[in-house]
């Protein structure tokens, strides 16, 4: 590798690299970077079609290609470079209330009584004919899905609120869906899960403003110092798990030795295989904006139930775990984010209401460490307008809890003990689906966040608007 400024470094092309690969890294974060990560990076560059690849400053090994990438193709589309949590992502919710004037730990143990923790939960089932809307159109869908249902969600549900939320929302909640080209087991497996948070890295925070770092963006976003605010990690659940192995099956064959590796399979756009994936992957994306948007309705519930009716307008909902069609240099390219936030400038958001400001940029950190909001700017076309996702894991879940069974029967001790655990999240309201694992996810065993967003800013690819800190967790 070869360091170009303080904070990229270049992969040079060699062997059967089309390309040459970029990483966002300065020395400190280059030295945390597996090396697996980055020969998964360079087998990205082996494959057909292939304009760019490159690591964020999160990158950490993965399943095919590292987790925190941009891999840009020609005509091709490759099921790993989207992941198994197709449309995973993120939303942030606020409010007109000072953090310091609600009592926090009620709030967040009325909102898990709504919305279920952890692997394998279900809340909100349809009949398979409504559930087929909701894959092909999203939150476009939601409005016919909704009548004559019956139920807390639906009670609660505003239809005026939610024609505004839809255009905070990416791609406005609604891709070109195919719900024929999902595997019946996938729908089986997503039909009652709607409305649940998931496990793994899920999470629903309650969240103070601490500070402003642009007061005009902030304004226009709707935040404040001190602020009360909710965000939301989640994507879709067990329906979208089952698409990326049904279709990662489907490119093996298709792709067959021509594969970088066994795992980075291809298909083509022209053929149906890549033509099925592509309306599978956006059904399950769709699945993912209306998990959020449900789980939306139950927060602004309970926010209203303890504290009246009030405005609660989202900022934004961005996937990361997605391809997306976009067009660079004149060509037209898939754009594969893989734990990795779409940030796009000004210029590309015209005729939405960020037009001006560009799209907000949401990137959390680990549990009990502080979140940020930030924007797209015109400089970062070398991304693809693309940042990292997170923090970004330093140690494995096995290396962090240990080997622990899930009824906490300790069989090997992990490198995070009970009380350095304890330490990281003291004036933090946890709640939890599984405590004898939720060590896996301690702030320990993720980069520092603070460090990766300095490396966000100073390699010029998105402002910071503002800094969140973390005062409840409610995790799977």
Not at 2 to 11: A, F, G, H, Q, T
Not at 383 to 393: D, E, F, K, M, W
Request: one cysteine or more; charged letters at 25%.
């Amino acid at each position: 590798m070869k360091r170009i400024d303080p904070n990229r470094l270049l992969v040079e092309k060699s062997g059967g690299m089309k390309v040459d690969a970029l990483i966002y890294a300065d020395e400190k974060m280059a030295g945390q970077i597996e090396s697996g990560a980055i020969d998964q990076l360079r087998d990205a560059t082996h494959l057909p079609g292939v304009f760019r690849a490159i690591g964020t400053p999160d990158m950490h090994f993965g399943y095919g290609v590292p987790i925190g990438v941009v891999v840009a193709l020609e005509d091709y589309i490759v099921p790993a470079a989207v992941g198994y949590d197709i449309n995973c992502g993120m939303r942030v919710i606020t409010t007109p209330m000072d953090a310091a004037d609600v009592d926090i730990d009620e709030l967040a143990g009325s909102i898990a009584r709504d919305i279920p923790l952890g692997e394998g939960k279900t809340n909100v089932g349809l009949p398979r004919d409504k559930f087929e809307v909701i894959l092909n159109e999203g939150m476009r869908g939601l409005a016919e899905v909704a009548g004559g249902e019956t139920g807390r969600v639906w009670e609660a549900r505003d239809s005026e609120q939610e024609k505004e939320d839809i255009e905070c929302i990416e791609e406005n909640g609604a891709m070109a869906g195919n719900y024929r080209a999902v595997s019946d087991h996938a729908i089986q497996r997503g039909m009652k899960q709607l409305a649940t948070l998931g496990g793994g890295n899920h999470f629903l925070e309650m969240q103070v403003v601490e500070a402003v770092h642009n007061t005009e963006l902030a304004e226009k976003f709707g935040l404040r110092e001190k602020q009360l605010v909710v965000m939301l990690h989640s994507g879709s659940r067990g329906l979208g798990h089952q698409v990326c192995g049904d279709y990662s099956k489907r490119a093996q064959k298709a792709s067959g030795d021509r594969a970088p590796s066994r795992d980075l399979c291809f298909l083509s756009v022209h053929d149906k295989a890549g033509q099925d994936y592509i309306g599978a992957m956006n059904a399950a994306a769709n699945f993912a904006f209306v998990n959020r948007q449900l789980m939306t309705v139950f927060i602004r519930k309970n926010l209203r139930h303890h504290y009246g009716d009030m405005p609660l307008p989202i900022i934004y909902d961005v996937p990361h775990n997605m391809a997306k069609h976009e067009s660079f240099e004149g060509r037209s390219l898939w754009v594969h984010r893989k734990g990795a936030t779409r940030a796009f400038p000004p210029s590309r958001m015209q005729g939405t209401r960020f037009e001006k400001t560009g799209q907000p940029v949401l990137i959390p950190g680990s549990m009990g460490t502080a979140s940020y909001v930030l924007v797209g700017k015109e400089e970062s076309v070398e991304s693809l307008y693309s940042v990292n996702h997170g923090a970004g894991r330093c140690m494995s879940r096995t290396a962090a809890r240990g080997k622990v069974t899930r009824k906490g029967k300790v069989l090997r001790p992990g490198k995070i003990s009970d009380e350095d655990f304890r330490k990281s999240m003291e004036g933090i309201k946890l709640i939890c689906a599984n405590r004898h694992m939720i060590k896996e996810e301690a702030p320990q065993a993720y980069k520092d966040i603070d460090h990766v967003i300095r490396i966000v800013v100073n390699a010029g690819l998105a402002e910071v608007v503002a800094k969140l800190r973390p005062l409840a967790v409610l995790k799977g």
